[in-house]
């Protein structure tokens, strides 16, 4: 892409991946739909566990790493106006709907991390990603997502860790959220955006077994994302 000599402005909104150069001759739009492509400090590919793209729109609940059809708990709806990457993502109307799956990952005794773009129409309390314990306890569960209008949580049960945030600053937007744990250090992080916004270390190692796991809702007591 070659422009002729002059000023610009760049306009990149947060939608849709768009970034529009303007002159006062001049319109480019951009649009970036590519998925990224994940790699470690020494340039490896990384290649996750599981990746939900949510763009199928004849099955949203395709999981494209084991290839697996998961289950679509009162009709999660696909939306192929409001999304990021790919050619849609996963509307869910905060009143049942949700993702769920018949077998999980162990994550005892392991790090990992967890990354998804969210876009809440509302917040008041709801969940993006839980692990369905029977009985849930401390550091046996394991919920991640909303847990007031203005706190988003990396839970372990009542051993948690909170990021505190103005009230309706996350509504009606694209947010990346990223979550990880060192199991050896039990340090636990919160990315905002690739920023590091909140962090501490748990009072106890994550034990939640190999344990079904849920997208849209929290665990047990509903807490429904929209």
Same mark, same amino acid.
């Given at each position: ?14 939608t ?7 002159? !006062? ?9 590519s998925?990224?492509?994940?790699k ?63 077998s999980?990952?162990?994550l005892?005794?392991?790090?990992? !991390?967890?990354?998804?773009w969210?876009?809440s129409l ?12 029977i009985?849930?306890?401390?550091s046996?569960?394991?919920?991640i997502?909303?847990k007031?209008?203005?706190i988003?949580?990396?839970s372990?049960?009542?051993d ?6 103005? !009230?309706g ?5 694209w ?20 920023v ?5 270390t748990?009072s ?23």
């Amino acid at each position: 892409l070659n422009l002729d000599a002059g000023t610009y402005n760049i306009n990149v909104q947060n939608t849709n991946g768009l970034i529009t150069i303007q002159s !006062s001759n001049l319109v480019i739009n951009i649009q970036d739909k590519s998925y990224p492509i994940l790699k470690d400090t020494s340039d490896n590919v990384i290649n996750p566990l599981l990746w939900f793209q949510f763009d199928n729109s004849s099955n949203i609940v395709y999981e494209s790493i084991r290839g697996t059809n998961y289950t679509n708990n009162n009709s999660v709806a696909f939306n192929n106006t409001q999304y990021t990457k790919g050619n849609g993502s996963a509307l869910f109307n905060g009143l049942n709907q949700y993702i769920s799956t018949t077998s999980g990952i162990n994550l005892n005794n392991t790090n990992f !991390s967890i990354s998804f773009w969210s876009y809440s129409l509302s917040i008041f309390g709801n969940y993006i990603y839980s692990r369905n314990n029977i009985s849930p306890s401390t550091s046996a569960t394991l919920s991640i997502g909303y847990k007031s209008s203005t706190i988003f949580s990396f839970s372990f049960f009542a051993d948690d860790l909170d990021y505190s945030f103005p !009230s309706g600053t996350d509504t009606n937007k694209w947010v990346f959220w990223t979550v990880t744990y060192n199991s050896t250090t039990r340090l636990q992080t919160i990315y905002k955006n690739g920023v590091s916004v909140a962090s501490r270390t748990s009072s106890s190692v994550l034990n939640s077994g190999d344990s079904n796991y849920q997208i849209g809702r929290n665990y047990s007591t509903g807490q429904y994302f929209r």
